[in-house]
């Protein structure tokens, strides 16, 4: 039974298909929170740009923080405030989680995901190897 299809037509089928890899030779680093305490409260400068640099919206990682850290948030001129005082540390453990919760691929372990919401259920899918998983809901 002869084939439809050669194998360098198939090979050419299948790489068309395939999502398109994030070509990189620099590693992936965390970035580091940035903010101070003042009174009770702990501000955050540099949300936004942690935000740009993992490719998430800003408000995303924020709810991710005041649910995690069982308090309230909010936001003026470009800062995020959160009631109660919390640590460099604590800050920097809470973003590591988001990152492998929400960022890093579960299969190939490359921050080249992108969040995707289908049928009520939101997925984490890996641009480089194609992988698609469940994460949980931020309400």
């Known amino acids: ?8 037509q198939m090979l050419d089928r299948l790489y068309k298909i395939l999502p398109k890899t994030k070509a990189s ?3 992936f680093e965390v970035p580091k929170i940035q903010g101070s305490i003042q009174g009770n409260r702990t501000i955050i400068s540099n949300l936004q740009q942690i935000a740009k640099k993992l490719s998430r ?3 995303h990682l924020a709810k991710y923080f005041a649910k995690s850290l069982a ?3 909010d936001s ?3 800062r995020t405030i959160f009631i109660g005082k919390f640590g460099s540390n604590k800050l920097n453990e ?7 919760e929400f960022i890093l691929c579960d299969q190939c372990g490359k921050p080249d995901t992108v969040l995707i919401r289908e049928k009520g259920i939101t997925f984490k899918r890996c641009e480089a190897c194609g992988a698609k ?6 309400k």
């Open 71 to 73: 308090t309230t948030k």
């Open 76 to 78: 003026k001129d470009g």
């Open 25 to 27: 030779s620099t590693r």
């Open 133 to 138: 998983s469940t994460v949980r809901t931020l």
């Open 1 to 8: 039974m002869p084939f439809k299809y050669t194998y360098e």
């Open 57 to 59: 919206k800003e408000e």
């Open 94 to 100: 809470k973003l590591a989680r988001y990152v492998k």
